[in-house]
């Protein structure tokens, strides 16, 4: 996997407006393959000093500031009532964006990858590294959408310890991008594609637990990296028609949004704030031992050749010791939205006359409790093997259903109000400790319930689970299985308690000697390269793996510039080829003359930069706030340029930092 590109901002000043793409290139076959690979709307970019890119390549990180320099001159194109036609604008086939660019990419020199399960698990993993600006190809594609929705129904059917919440997160971001594919200002740019997939995040969720208002925060918490007011309002939007047509097609045969439904009549008391507490501690507890449970699990299990190399059969040993450690137990037959339906009865109302109740009738609820504690560990237990299994699966239902159970078994310790409600609670606190979600897990829970009355327990219980498990173990479950399956993530909270631990400065991430030497570019004073100097630089680049790598542009030692790898190779290997493999490109400066092999419009002339000497929480903040792909480091004294920064190293000092 690779690292590197471009930035600007939309300030930047433009050049004069005779560096027209169409006018840069020497013959007509040269502008049409040119064009041929430029969206209309990047096309105008060759104005600014920002430069013009081509569609994001595979396993690349996307550029979050030239993306906003790109719909800044779409906005202004559009409110401008200029018209984008064939006479103003050279043809171009509309830009794909994350799509695979497979015809036209070259995979010489790549080297092979892993292979990829795109339909199982919950997806929201992947989902999180997508929305942080990485490109995941084929992973929101119509096949991965059914084959979700297939497979979801089949896994739950199983009664394996997963749950349909997680894969309706995946579903719904897929319709999101199937959807805003079909719109050029979100299809061409990667910034804006990525609020339509925030959006549509919170859908799923709200149609999911008939939470249209934790769908949004929970989009806006756990999920997304960017998330402006303007993204607020629109998951919000998206959430509530999702909530409309839910109701609309009443699937739980209620009418009602609320999936389960209480009402215990009664009221707790400040005593009860201690069991709240204790609850949260499980919570914590059982948080904590499952992330690291489960995360030793897939490095140490799924390592084996049987079952790495045989989903199938590992598939088959989970639904196996699942019915064979659930079966015995009547509390546990059900799927599990119907065990927490169970465990939240109220014996006190109509629901007496259930099984639960029963046994809570009588005198002697030895075998009851032993149910109980038989339950909570089996959850426990199943759902350590069962997450991270090829299948469609997610792990709020399971965590919900360990706490109810748990809860359920401390109220027959605790007879002043109803056990459902600490059944509730324990719910609640359980899936803090494994997600380590706060406000959008309590806006949820009452969403799900209709209890607001209960918005505090849930509250203590959510926070304490959440300190708790983070003593325990400082990542999340998601935040572990982005780990486990090697996607490239950058949790700036994370990165930041990290750096702050040492005095660490920017040069620790400054590639050594002979990885500079060969991504360096001395560029003469008439602004132009020898071209066989820019091929051996990109072999150089391939041979290293870089998929969005690039060259830095400098003379006398300044920085000039930045070109990317893509841009690069598109440049010689397409557009050079009417040219003579000894001529000269031009990379800087104004063109002299129509025939000239111009690649500067493909330079990016406003790297930004920083100095060796700087705090590491310099470039921690502006990777993570500012989207950059790249970051070159100069010497503090003279400015000289020393190193460039990419993404991905970012990410694999910080994880080496954790060990």
């Not at 790109?70 to 036609?85: E, I, M, P, Q, Y």
Request: aromatic share 8%.
């Amino acid at each position: 996997m690779a690292h590197d590109s471009e930035h600007a901002d939309e300030h930047t000043r433009l050049l004069p407006r005779d560096r027209r793409l169409d006018s840069l290139v020497q013959e007509d076959d040269a502008a049409s393959v040119i064009s041929s690979r430029l969206s209309k709307e990047e096309q105008l970019l060759s104005e600014a000093a920002v430069g013009e890119r081509l569609p994001y390549n595979d396993y690349t990180t996307i550029d979050w500031l030239h993306d906003l320099v790109k719909d800044s001159f779409r906005f202004r194109s559009v409110h401008s009532r200029r018209a984008l036609t064939k006479k103003s604008l050279p043809a171009a086939s509309p830009g794909l964006g994350d799509k695979l660019q497979s015809e036209t990419v070259s995979n010489e020199g790549k080297k092979p990858g892993k292979s990829m399960y795109m339909a199982a698990g919950s997806g929201i993993p992947e989902i999180k590294t997508i929305l942080s600006g990485f490109v995941i190809p084929h992973f929101l594609d119509f096949k991965v959408l059914v084959v979700k929705a297939i497979g979801s129904i089949f896994a739950v059917s199983t009664g394996m310890c997963l749950g349909k919440e997680g894969p309706f997160v995946h579903i719904s971001t897929c319709v999101a991008y199937l959807v805003a594919l079909r719109f050029p200002k979100y299809r061409e740019n990667g910034r804006k594609m990525r609020e339509m997939l925030s959006a549509g995040c919170a859908s799923g969720l709200s149609v999911a637990f008939g939470a249209p208002i934790g769908g949004v925060l929970f989009s806006y918490e756990e999920i997304s990296t960017y998330f402006p007011r303007k993204v607020l309002w629109r998951a919000f939007l998206c959430s509530l028609f999702a909530a409309i047509v839910l109701k609309a097609l009443n699937p739980t045969g209620t009418g009602k949004l609320v999936l389960f439904e209480t009402d215990y009549g009664v009221t707790y008391r400040p005593e009860h704030y201690l069991v709240f507490i204790l609850l949260g501690v499980a919570g914590g507890l059982f948080g904590g031992v499952f992330c690291k449970a489960n995360f030793l699990w897939s490095k140490s299990f799924r390592k084996y050749s049987i079952i790495k190399d045989h989903p199938v059969f590992e598939t088959f040993v989970v639904v196996l010791a699942t019915a064979l450690l659930q079966y015995p137990n009547p509390l546990t037959r059900e799927p599990g939205d119907i065990i927490i339906r169970n465990l939240l009865v109220d014996c006190s109302g109509s629901s007496s006359s259930s099984w639960v109740c029963e046994q809570e009738a009588q005198n002697d609820k030895t075998r009851y409790v032993g149910w109980l504690i038989y339950g909570t560990l089996a959850k426990l237990l199943l759902t350590i093997i069962t997450f991270g299994v090829k299948v469609p699966s997610g792990i709020i239902i399971p965590a919900l259903d360990a706490g109810a159970f748990f809860g359920r078994l401390i109220g027959q310790a605790v007879t002043s109000i109803s056990p459902g409600i600490f059944a509730m609670v324990g719910a609640a606190g359980f899936l803090a400790g494994v997600s380590r979600m706060t406000i959008s897990l309590c806006v949820i829970m009452f969403e799900l319930t209709g209890e607001l009355e209960y918005v505090v327990p849930h509250m203590i219980a959510i926070l304490v689970a959440k300190w708790v498990a983070d003593a325990l173990e400082r990542e999340g479950v998601y935040d572990l299985a982005q780990t486990v399956l090697g996607h490239p993530f950058l949790d700036l909270d994370h990165a930041m308690s990290l750096v702050q631990r040492e005095s660490w400065r920017v040069e620790e991430l400054i590639p050594p000697p002979q990885t500079m030497k060969e991504i360096t570019v001395e560029v003469s004073p008439d602004g132009k390269v020898p071209r066989a100097v820019l091929a051996e630089k990109l072999l150089q680049l391939q041979r290293r793996g870089l998929m969005d790598g690039g060259l830095v542009l400098v003379q006398n030692g300044m920085l000039r510039g930045y070109l990317a790898e893509g841009e690069l190779e598109f440049g010689l290997e397409d557009v050079g080829k009417v040219w003579d493999n000894k001529s000269e490109v031009r990379v800087l400066g104004p063109t002299e003359h129509e025939a000239e092999f111009d690649m500067s419009m493909f330079v990016d002339r406003t790297p930004l930069a920083i100095s060796a000497e700087s705090p590491m929480e310099y470039a921690v903040e502006m990777f993570g706030k500012l989207g950059l792909r790249h970051l070159c480091v100069v010497d503090g004294s003279d400015g000289r340029l020393v190193g460039v920064i990419i993404k991905k190293r970012l990410v694999v000092w910080l994880e080496q930092l954790k060990h």
